[in-house]
């Protein structure tokens, strides 16, 4: 199974990852067009609703109804951006996953790459229909209330009159519900790069534990060792670096629309049709923050299994030189990865009870 098989067709969907096959001239400047126009699609999208902010929101439900949608664009234009940018880091950290260190050396190990590969599929896949279904849910929901009334799904500024036409009007109500579906893709290759690239992380530790039970007196093995954990610190710095202000803004926007959409639904005094798909997004939000906080922690703790899994080994018999190397290692792993964003906020489970408290308390 290829790294990260799904988390790349979405990617190559949304125009941020030019497929092999596009090998000749001509398909690189049709795909290159393509990708062009997807970032229109949701700098426009993202601008309409910006300018409508500034312009047109009058009163504190003007602003909250429009804010939640502006906020969710601002993260969907940045990672398409950072995506973009970093095709080639991206490129780099997938193809160093196929070669040594990192490449998996017998069947034992291939077993327990073949195992993370599908957790990070599963995951991909279930990530996908979550967003996806929350956005079929908000296009089926304006269809049937607001579309009828003669109204767009978002608050938006435009520089013509989309009443004008009945056509306009309908390249404009499309336009929306396209960008929206667009930006959660982006939202979903971006989250399930990340994540997965976490995973792989967890998947190396755990590869490296086993290359460790096989040491006995063998001072080769060893060497390997000592230089696989000092590459997985190295990739792991190198991720955080890369994508610690996408996950620092994923953070601060998650909860702002949490916080914001629970606003708009206390507002209210009836249930309404608009209620299914907030609780859906809001759910997309907080799974967002959730995903990156989860293997945060996976990381960090199979970061310090290591040392429980050198105990473990039959090191009395083992001669000095070993046992200073093993040393070696025992003290890096004394020091946890920890993954934050924009260092600031550590990814963990506690830093998720955190933000969680913090809404509530909103």
């Given at each position: 199974?290829?790294?990260?098989?799904?988390?790349?067709?979405?990617?190559?969907?949304?125009?941020?990852?030019r497929?092999?096959?596009?090998?000749?001239?001509?398909?690189?400047?049709?795909?290159?067009?393509?990708?062009?126009?997807?970032?229109?699609?949701?700098?426009?999208?993202?601008?309409?609703?910006?300018?409508?902010?500034?312009?047109?929101?009058?009163?504190?439900?003007?602003?909250?109804e429009?804010?939640?949608?502006?906020?969710?664009?601002?993260?969907?234009?940045?990672?398409?951006?950072?995506l973009?940018?970093?095709?080639?880091?991206?490129?780099?950290?997938?193809?160093v996953?196929?070669?040594?260190?990192?490449?998996?050396?017998?069947?034992?190990?291939m077993?327990?790459?073949?195992?993370?590969?599908?957790?990070?599929?599963?995951?991909?896949?279930?990530?996908?229909?979550?967003?996806?279904?929350?956005?079929a849910?908000?296009?089926l929901?304006?269809?049937?209330?607001?579309?009828?009334?003669?109204?767009l799904?978002?608050?938006?500024?435009?520089?013509?009159?989309?009443?004008?036409?009945?056509?306009?009007f309908?390249?404009?109500?499309?336009h929306?519900?396209?960008?929206?579906?667009?930006?959660?893709?982006?939202?979903?290759?971006?989250?399930?790069l990340?994540c997965?690239?976490?995973?792989?992380?967890?998947?190396?530790?755990e590869?490296?534990?086993?290359?460790?039970?096989?040491?006995?007196?063998?001072?080769?093995?060893?060497?390997?060792?000592?230089?696989?954990?000092?590459?997985?610190?190295?990739?792991?710095?190198?991720?955080?670096?890369?994508?610690?202000?996408?996950?620092?803004?994923?953070?601060?926007?998650?909860?702002?629309?949490?916080?914001?959409?629970?606003?708009?639904?206390?507002?209210?005094?009836?249930?309404?049709?608009?209620?299914?798909?907030?609780?859906?997004?809001?759910?997309?939000?907080?799974?967002?923050?959730?995903?990156?906080?989860?293997y945060?922690n996976?990381?960090?703790?199979?970061?310090?299994?290591?040392?429980?899994?050198?105990?473990?080994?039959?090191?009395?018999?083992?001669?000095?030189?070993l046992?200073?190397?093993?040393?070696?290692?025992?003290?890096?792993?004394?020091?946890?990865?920890?993954?934050?964003?924009?260092?600031?906020?550590?990814?963990?489970?506690?830093?998720?009870?955190?933000?969680?408290?913090?809404?509530?308390?909103?």
């Open positions: 199974m290829r790294i990260l098989h799904l988390t790349f067709k979405i990617l190559t969907f949304i125009g941020c990852w497929p092999q096959s596009c090998s000749s001239f001509y398909f690189r400047i049709i795909y290159d067009a393509y990708t062009i126009f997807m970032i229109i699609l949701l700098y426009t999208f993202l601008i309409s609703q910006f300018l409508d902010i500034i312009w047109n929101v009058e009163n504190a439900e003007d602003f909250t429009n804010f939640y949608a502006t906020l969710a664009s601002v993260v969907s234009c940045s990672k398409m951006l950072s973009l940018v970093n095709r080639k880091n991206i490129n780099t950290l997938i193809n996953l196929v070669e040594e260190p990192y490449k998996s050396l017998n069947v034992d190990e077993r327990i790459q073949y195992k993370f590969d599908r957790i990070i599929y599963i995951n991909t896949l279930c990530y996908t229909i979550l967003v996806e279904t929350t956005c849910c908000i296009t929901t304006s269809l049937f209330t607001v579309f009828r009334k003669g109204h799904t978002y608050r938006a500024w435009l520089p013509y009159d989309y009443y004008s036409s009945t056509f306009v309908y390249i404009t109500y499309a929306q519900l396209v960008s929206l579906t667009a930006g959660s893709l982006v939202n979903v290759a971006c989250d399930s990340i997965g690239l976490l995973v792989h992380i967890c998947c190396q530790f590869i490296l534990g086993y290359r460790l039970k096989k040491i006995s007196n063998d001072h080769n093995i060893l060497r390997n060792c000592v230089r696989h954990h000092n590459s997985i610190l190295e990739y792991a710095l190198i991720l955080n670096s890369k994508f610690k202000m996408t996950i620092a803004m994923q953070f601060v926007v998650s909860t702002l629309v949490v916080c914001s959409n629970l606003y708009q639904m206390t507002k209210s005094t009836s249930l309404n049709a608009s209620y299914l798909p907030l609780l859906l997004y809001m759910s997309c939000m907080l799974t967002q923050i959730f995903i990156y906080c989860w945060g996976e990381v960090k703790l199979k970061s310090t299994q290591l040392l429980d899994n050198i105990f473990a080994m039959n090191w009395v018999t083992m001669n000095k030189n046992k200073e190397s093993l040393l070696i290692i025992m003290n890096r792993a004394t020091i946890p990865i920890e993954f934050t964003s924009a260092y600031i906020l550590s990814m963990n489970l506690d830093s998720f009870v955190g933000v969680s408290k913090k809404i509530i308390d909103v």
